[in-house]
Structure formats: structure tokens, C-alpha cells
């Protein structure tokens, strides 16, 4: 997957313009990745109109930490923090897309945003207020939709990943949010609500509302 870019279609090449990015189409911004990126992007990375969206419902006030959990090449981050004022962290565990994802940080100058290379069990939800969730794990159970074969993949992984992010996010205080797009919503524990839907019911707002006590 070479580092090969296309040059973006109005801004220079360092220092965007953050309005560029709340007017972009999905197949504009796509183009700023390298050919292997762009291809799989329909099946892997946010369209930038739910992007926007979903950042819109978890950023409730300047400031409000958001972690994208599989961040991929950074799509969501990049477009979030272009468009709130919340500060967005990615985690991703190929360390090729980390390398993507922060050049196109670095080209386009969006502050607060940043990519942490890593798994996501060794991250703290505590850290963060908000959350993204867009099918991280289904590549372990679903052949098709394995990105490539540079991490382990396999079934027990995919209930390792999910019941560790659910458990994460049921020690959260209540009011945390968290934005689901697509998938089964498996990493979703009791206590947490929907309370918005968008793009024909794809895109859900989850509030924590209460804490559910383990007997």
C-alpha cells in the first residue's frame, strides 16, 4: 500500500481550510488516499455525510473527548474535528493505516485530532466522553470483509474486542454517548438508550441513561 496521494482537489497541500471540509463529497475526500484506501472505502471508512452527522450528535459542547474505535485511515477523526469543536482521538491496529491517517493529518493542519497506533484493549474509555462505533471487529467473523491479512483474525476475537468495549463503556457515568453506525450494536451494554437514529435507522445515538449493577 504505497504512501501515493492525489493532491487535494482545492485546498494547497499543507493548512486546508476547515470549510473545505464541510462541503467535500465522500468520493473528493477519498481521493486524498492511495488507490488501496479508496477502493475499499463503500465497505470500510464512514461516508463524510454520516461523518459529519455522527460527529454533530457526539460532540455536545467545545472540548468533548471522542475516541473512533478502529479508526482505519482516519476518515471520521479528520472530518469530526474539522467540523465541531471536539477533540478526536483514533485508535487503529494497522500500523500502515496509522501512517496514512497521520499524513493526511499532517497535510491537511485540522488541530485536535491525532492517531494512536494499538489495540483497543489497551485503551481506557475513561479517558474520552464520546465514542464512534462502525463495525471494528466483523472482519473476524465475516471473510468478506477482512481489509487484509497483517492482524490475526479469527472468531474469538471478535467476542474478546466486543464484550471488552461493552464492559468499557458500562463503567462510564452516566450521560456518555456513544454513535453506532450500522452492525448489531453487540458492543452496546444495558443502560444505554437510543435516542436518535439517522440514515434510514444506520446511524444511532446511544446516551448512557443508568448504571446496571452486576450481581
Known amino acids: ?34 488507490k488501496e484506501v479508496r477502493e475499499i472505502s463503500p465497505w470500510h471508512w464512514t461516508p463524510v455525510e454520516v461523518a459529519r452527522k455522527a460527529a454533530s450528535l457526539l460532540v455536545s459542547r467545545p472540548g468533548t473527548r471522542v475516541l473512533d474505535v478502529g479508526c482505519g ?19 487503529e491496529q494497522r500500523g500502515e493505516l496509522v501512517g496514512i491517517a497521520r499524513d493526511l493529518i499532517d497535510r491537511s493542519g485540522i ?16 479517558d ?18 477482512q481489509i487484509d491479512g497483517t492482524v490475526e483474525l479469527k472468531a474469538q476475537l471478535y467476542d474478546i474486542y466486543t464484550r471488552y468495549v461493552s464492559a468499557q463503556l458500562s463503567e462510564l457515568p ?36 443508568r448504571r446496571h449493577l452486576v450481581l
Not at 75 to 91: L, S, W
Not at 131 to 143: D, S, T
Request: proline fraction near 7%; glycine fraction near 10%; charged fraction near 15%.
Open 1 to 34: 500500500m504505497p504512501l501515493t496521494f492525489a493532491d487535494p482537489p482545492d485546498p494547497s497541500s499543507r493548512g486546508w481550510d476547515a470549510g473545505f471540509l464541510h462541503s467535500i463529497e465522500d468520493d473528493s475526500f477519498d481521493s486524498l488516499y492511495p
Open 73 to 91: 485511515p482516519g476518515k471520521f477523526c479528520v472530518i469530526g474535528a474539522a467540523t465541531t469543536k471536539g477533540v478526536f482521538t483514533g485508535i
Open 111 to 126: 488541530p485536535r485530532v491525532q492517531i494512536v497506533h494499538g489495540n483497543i484493549t489497551a485503551v481506557n474509555f475513561a
Open 128 to 145: 474520552y466522553d464520546a465514542f464512534y462505533i462502525f463495525n471494528p471487529f466483523e472482519e473476524n467473523v465475516r471473510q468478506a470483509y
Open 174 to 209: 452516566v450521560g456518555a454517548r456513544v454513535v453506532t453506525y450500522v452492525g448489531q450494536c453487540h458492543e452496546i451494554p444495558e443502560g444505554y438508550e437510543c435516542h436518535r437514529t439517522a440514515f434510514g435507522g444506520q446511524l444511532k445515538l446511544w446516551v448512557h441513561t
